[in-house]
């Protein structure tokens, strides 16, 4: 890694910092700095673990497919995160259970499987990382979970929409990707919203005109 790439991964990812001599010797020879083009698979379900990455810039979309085909995002990896399904699946020696890709073009930093363990086992600051990452995680999709069997699409609909601020811009299938429904139904609640005089739909773009209705509906008893 040039000193650059190394600053940027210290100032995101300060747990590498004080790393005993052999291991930052280590880092510098072994860890791979990568580039990847918005849409990029990274990783596949089912697929072979191998190395952990550390993202620098962009975003990861990691999501679970069904058997008919719908996707349901699990969570999303900006820079200074790491991936805790990259984590069990090393910790673990085992495949993927989800796929990861690329939302916007990225740049990571790679460590292979044998030093990430050694990482683990050896500088504390950086297992305490991990764990706390996994924590985090945990609560997220526990969250996820209560949302997706207590709450109706509607008012997790309205919840998301409430998330991303005034303007929404994204398409019809990216809300339904997020909450793993599918676009016509997606499409359907939101004239359904429209209609109602809850929001403007546009190209690509969603305005909300009446928040506080529409946080009547996200926060309403099932």
């Known amino acids: 890694m ?3 790439i190394k600053d940027r991964l210290l ?3 300060p747990a590498l910092r004080d790393t005993p001599a052999d291991l930052r010797l280590r880092l510098d020879q072994e860890a791979a700095y990568i580039e990847a083009p918005a849409g990029a698979v990274l990783f596949e379900s089912r697929g072979p673990c191998q190395a952990f990455p550390m993202l620098l810039s ?3 979309r990691v999501a679970k ?5 719908r996707e349901l995002q699990l969570y999303r990896v900006l820079p200074g995160e790491s991936c805790i399904i990259t984590s069990s699946c090393l910790l673990g020696n085992v495949a993927y259970p989800a796929r990861g890709v690329a939302e916007h ?3 990571a930093v790679v460590v292979p499987r044998a030093l990430f363990t050694q990482l683990i086992e ?3 600051p950086f297992r305490a990382y991990i764990f706390n990452l996994f924590g985090e995680r945990l609560a997220d999709l526990m969250q996820l ?4 069997a207590f709450h109706k699409l509607d008012q997790r609909l309205a919840a998301l929409l409430l998330a991303k601020g005034e303007v929404v811009n994204a398409t019809h299938q990216g809300l339904a990707d997020e909450l793993g429904s599918v676009r016509e139904m997606i499409s359907r609640l939101l004239k359904n919203f429209q209609d109602q005089g809850l929001v403007a739909l546009g190209r690509e773009q969603i305005r909300i005109l009446d928040a506080v209705v529409l946080r009547n509906i996200a926060q309403a008893s099932p």
């Open 122 to 124: 050896q500088h504390p």
């Open 58 to 60: 962009g975003s990861v």
């Open 65 to 69: 497919a069904g058997a008919n085909g």
């Open 11 to 13: 100032t995101l990812f």
């Open 105 to 107: 073009d990225l740049t």
């Open 145 to 148: 979970v209560e949302e997706v």
């Open 2 to 4: 040039d000193d650059i």
